[in-house]
């Protein structure tokens, strides 16, 4: 079993939808790290995370350290959000990844 | 600010080669970390610098190594090649050492035959 699950794998949305992805993880973290990577390979860090919530623009991440669980929430999703959204985080002196869910939206 | 740049961007080899990465971090920049990222395995971390040290390292063969120069920047150094080692290789910097926020380099494209 992986030690960073992300569900669901792959997403599709409708231009408007409100949409959610989850992050569960089973070691202890020090941070969690909501990332965004385009095709051609370029990743931005949309977020990083050691407790509750923040926000920026149409995104929203959240987490629960009781419960070992993230959620990354997108707003009014619009196409150009179409991409691959990973699931890291910082522990043991390390950074371990989720396998990514691939979301794309409709106009 | 410019960003994180790395050189090559495409880069491809023999088996039992060895390559060098470059890694140029945002200016003021003194952590540099490397992942690797494969359709198989997904994103792993390779290893991370800080002031010209390394802090910390994930769990990969001997054949990957590492340095940082005293202006941030970084190379790696991938000896040996083997066709698995294809993959795409990205560095990240950021302020503070690990975990803080990090800035993703374009990456670099290996391709190993």
């Known amino acids: 079993k992986n030690e960073v699950e992300q569900s669901p794998q792959n997403l599709t949305a409708q231009e408007g939808e409100f949409i959610t992805i989850n992050c569960s993880y089973s070691v202890g973290i020090s941070a969690l790290h909501w990332l965004q990577q385009h095709p051609g390979g370029g990743i931005v860090s949309l977020f990083m995370?050691?407790?509750g919530k923040k926000k920026h623009g149409r995104l929203i991440a959240t987490i629960n350290i009781q419960e070992k669980h993230s959620s990354l929430h997108i707003t009014a999703s619009h196409p150009r959000d179409s991409a691959v959204y990973i699931c890291a985080v910082a522990a043991n002196n390390d950074m371990r990844f989720g396998a990514g869910t691939r979301l794309t939206v409709k106009p | 600010k410019a960003g994180v740049t790395q050189t090559p961007r495409y880069l491809i080899k023999t088996r039992g080669q060895q390559v060098t990465l470059s890694c140029s971090p945002i200016s003021g920049h003194r952590s540099v970390s490397w992942y690797q990222q494969t359709p198989g395995q997904g994103l792993q971390f390779l290893f991370e610098y800080f002031s010209e040290t390394q802090r910390n390292k994930g769990n990969f063969p001997g054949r990957f190594s590492g340095r940082q120069f005293s202006n941030s920047r970084s190379e790696m150094n991938v000896s040996t090649l083997e066709l698995g080692d294809s993959a795409l290789y990205l560095c990240?910097?950021?302020?503070?050492?690990?975990?803080?926020?990090?800035?993703f380099g374009p990456g670099t494209r290996l391709t190993v035959t």
């Open positions: 995370l050691s407790s």
């Open positions: 990240a910097s950021s302020f503070r050492d690990y975990p803080y926020e990090q800035y």
